[in-house]
């Protein structure tokens, strides 16, 4: 008797270790056009934050719309704010929900109507992967060429893969020249070789003190100089270009600056310049509140007023956070998904994201408002955006940032010979490309 | 009856067994599906049988580094290996010193580098020691009048300095088996000893080393798996995005997550596992005669 009641014991104990593998029924109502964040939030996104609050649900009024997201809550907050304002009389709401490795779980979730998100908020490099995956349906299915005539040209060539465009721009970033108005003497230099002078003047490495620092093996950081020669890491048809001739003259023309930048890692980099040991740094606007912290009285110029010895301007990279719609969401809740869309293409958006975020906008209407206006750092941003060069969204490109930075760092800190690294990482990188397939 | 017991038997160990045949067995089975597969991004959901075509190219394509990183691997691991143990067991012989004061407390301080987690060691030392503006070892040499080092921009004082801080953060654990093996030896072997004349070397290699050979050598072995395997020390600080040092040191585990993780081709990163997997389990038999032989 004993031994029965053991063995079903056990058995059931079996059972149940696999019950959790089951299916979990969903009250789903794609059907009605319903609300799929309820099951988004209960299975997938367990233990997750959401950024806006829950609202009232009521389906036979309103649809939710839920987009997933990897970047700063607080920004996430100022978006819908806004645009759940803009739609309040369509009943339409958005819910932003943060996910930690975005990428993954959309590789996970992307075609699952069920568990996965609407649509997705994410910067625009990545687009080129989920639009291969063939999750995504195309921007122009839901808002006109009239609703986006505002929106800076650059961005909209961000959101675009092979002739399509997947991702409706909304903010963008880029690197900016940022110095501390009491260490540096003099005005800020018009060109690049100036620069270089007044860097040799101002560095003293054996004591650690810099009048410049910058990332300067790191390939994002770098972009300003590569575009600038005309290089490029990867062109639009999938072929690295680590060894051509521009690059080569591009990564030439920076090892001359690396060698007074010091080890040149972010961490480096933010702490000499924090702790005033640097003049100056070539960083995102996300430095700023740190330097804001450390109480540093600090100036901003855009690297598109540094002329190269070649005559044409710096030109970074610029990555564009945007919105994309899942194909299924785009099937089942069209109108929902087009309102949204509409929404945050309007200028208002830009305008609170530059007020309360410091975010640089994609409409080019946000920055007629006097406030926004006369924050230095976003005009910065705004004038770079003339010469800046969205990262490339191919595929491809997330296996370039390790040859590229290998090859910097090989030429930059290795001390090995230009040429010789170059022929090097192309080897690498076209290996890599091809090991991707 | 027999039959019944037999039966009895299997259903106490089932839940057990499904709970490694869930979490152990099938993914090892399911990736050495993918292996035979060409998943990647360009095939998410399309990809198709494609026999052993990934294996050829991981294990025949020299530059694809595979081979390169298998050498790193075992030298990595010879290296580490006889260098904790020949450090930890004079440590912990010294430790174990008569007439020693303090004992205690030089043992709490040892252990303080295994209590830390890896990933806060390993950033400490990056920036508290290696960096060439505020790394200590360049701060001596400032202040010896040298130049600074970048300890990490070249592969063979990289490998040197990631052996350091793996030594630093493993040698705690090794100390720790070596002193609790002395103590299982019965002192009255080396008074017998030294009453025979034998000297320390002597005591050491006769009684010393015999005595702890069978209760250091699973410690020895599971240090050696540790090792092999280890991925954080050099990826963290060597490899960090946006962080290169210039050093290209791959063992297979960082060439695995290079694979795995930045070319989205699963079926090529697959076969990469199965071969680790592969070898893990060949080393693993291997040490494990050995130490049938020695117990």
Redesign the interface.
């Known amino acids: 008797m004993k031994?029965k009641i053991?063995?079903t014991l056990?058995?059931l104990?079996?059972v149940g270790?696999?019950a959790g593998c089951g299916t979990q029924g969903t009250a789903s109502n794609a059907a009605n056009g319903g609300n799929a964040s309820g099951t988004a939030q209960d299975t997938a996104a367990e233990g997750e934050g959401t950024d806006a609050a829950e609202p009232e649900q009521n389906q036979a009024e309103s649809q939710t719309i839920t987009v997933w997201h990897d970047g700063d809550e607080s920004i996430m907050q100022v978006i819908a704010e806004e645009v759940n304002k803009e739609l309040e009389p369509e009943n339409v709401t958005v819910a932003f929900e943060k996910k930690s490795g975005l990428t993954d779980q959309l590789q996970l979730y992307g075609n699952d109507e069920e568990n996965g998100p609407d649509m997705y908020f994410y910067a625009h490099d990545s687009l080129g992967?989920f639009a291969?995956?063939?999750i995504l349906a195309p921007i122009t299915d839901f808002v006109s060429a009239e609703d986006e005539k505002d929106l800076l040209p650059m961005t909209i060539e961000a959101g675009t893969y092979q002739g399509t465009q997947y991702l409706l721009p909304v903010y963008y970033e880029t690197l900016l020249f940022l110095y501390n108005q009491d260490l540096w003497e003099g005005e800020v230099p018009e060109t690049t070789d100036e620069l270089y002078v007044y860097m040799e003047e101002h560095t003293d490495?054996?004591a650690?003190t810099y009048a410049v620092v910058n990332?300067h093996?790191?390939a994002?950081n770098v972009a300003p100089f590569i575009n600038g020669y005309g290089a490029y890491i990867i062109d639009e048809n999938a072929n690295p270009g680590l060894n051509t001739e521009e690059m080569i003259e591009a990564v030439t023309y920076n090892k001359q600056f690396a060698e007074l930048m010091?080890?040149g890692?972010?961490?480096?980099c933010n702490?000499?310049f924090n702790e005033q040991?640097a003049a100056a740094i070539i960083g995102g606007p996300w430095l700023v509140s740190g330097i804001k912290e450390a109480g540093i009285n600090y100036g901003i110029k855009s690297l598109s007023e540094f002329t190269l010895p070649n005559g044409k301007p710096l030109a970074p990279y610029s990555g564009v956070q945007g919105i994309g719609v899942l194909k299924h969401a785009g099937e089942n809740k069209k109108d929902a998904v087009a309102s949204v869309l509409k929404a945050l293409g309007k200028e208002n958006v830009g305008i609170s994201l530059a007020k309360k975020s410091s975010c640089a906008p994609a409409n080019e209407k946000s920055y007629e408002d006097a406030e926004v206006a006369a924050d230095e750092m976003i005009m910065a941003m705004r004038a770079t955006a003339e010469t800046a060069q969205p990262m490339p969204n191919l595929?491809q490109m997330?296996?370039m940032?390790?040859p590229a930075?290998?090859f910097?760092?090989?030429v930059?800190?290795?001390g090995e010979d230009v040429a010789t690294a170059a022929e090097t990482y192309q080897?690498a990188a076209v290996?890599?490309v091809e090991?991707?397939? | 009856m027999r039959k019944?017991k037999q039966?009895?038997v299997w259903?106490?160990s089932?839940?057990a067994?499904?709970?490694i045949g869930?979490i152990i067995v099938f993914p090892i089975i399911y990736t050495a599906y993918i292996s035979l597969t060409n998943m990647?991004?360009?095939h998410?959901?399309n990809y198709e049988m494609i026999g052993l075509d990934n294996y050829v190219?991981a294990l025949f394509k020299v530059?694809?580094g595979f081979l390169t990183a298998i050498l790193t691997t075992l030298l990595w691991t010879a290296l580490n290996m006889v260098f904790q143990v020949v450090i930890a067991f004079f440590m912990a012989l010294g430790l174990n010193a008569p007439g020693l004061r303090l004992k205690n407390v030089y043992k709490t301080l040892l252990m303080f580098p295994w209590a830390m987690p890896a990933y806060v060691s390993i950033l400490l030392w990056r920036?508290g020691i290696y960096?060439?503006?505020?790394g200590l070892a360049n701060k001596v040499l400032?202040a010896l009048g040298f130049?600074?080092i970048?300890y990490l921009?070249?592969n063979i004082p990289a490998f040197i300095s990631c052996m350091v801080l793996n030594l630093w953060m493993a040698l705690p654990f090794m100390i720790m088996m070596f002193d609790g093996a002395f103590q299982s030896i019965d002192k009255s072997y080396y008074e017998s000893a030294r009453m025979d004349g034998a000297g320390f070397w002597m005591q050491v290699f006769h009684i010393t080393v015999p005595s702890v050979k069978p209760i250091m050598a699973p410690a020895v072995i599971m240090t050696t798996f540790t090792t092999f395997k280890q991925f954080d020390i050099i990826y963290l600080l060597t490899q960090q995005?946006?962080?290169?040092?210039?050093?290209?040191l791959q063992t297979i585990i960082t060439y695995a997550h290079?694979?795995a993780f930045?070319?989205?081709?699963y079926g090529?990163s697959s076969a990469v596992s199965m071969i680790i997997f592969v070898l893990i389990v060949v080393i693993s038999l291997f040490l494990n005669r050995g130490l049938k032989e020695e117990v």
């Open positions: 031994r053991y063995g056990c058995g104990l079996a270790m696999v992967m291969e995956m063939g490495t054996a650690g990332q093996s790191t994002y010091g080890e890692d972010y961490d480096t702490t000499l040991k595929p997330s296996v940032w390790g930075e290998s910097l760092a090989a930059n800190k290795s080897q290996t890599a090991d991707m397939q | 019944k039966i009895s259903m106490h089932l839940p067994m499904v709970l869930g990647n991004l360009f998410w959901d190219r530059d694809t920036v960096n060439t503006e505020f400032s130049e600074k970048n921009s070249q995005k946006g962080a290169l040092t210039g050093a290209t290079q694979n930045v070319s989205n081709n090529l």
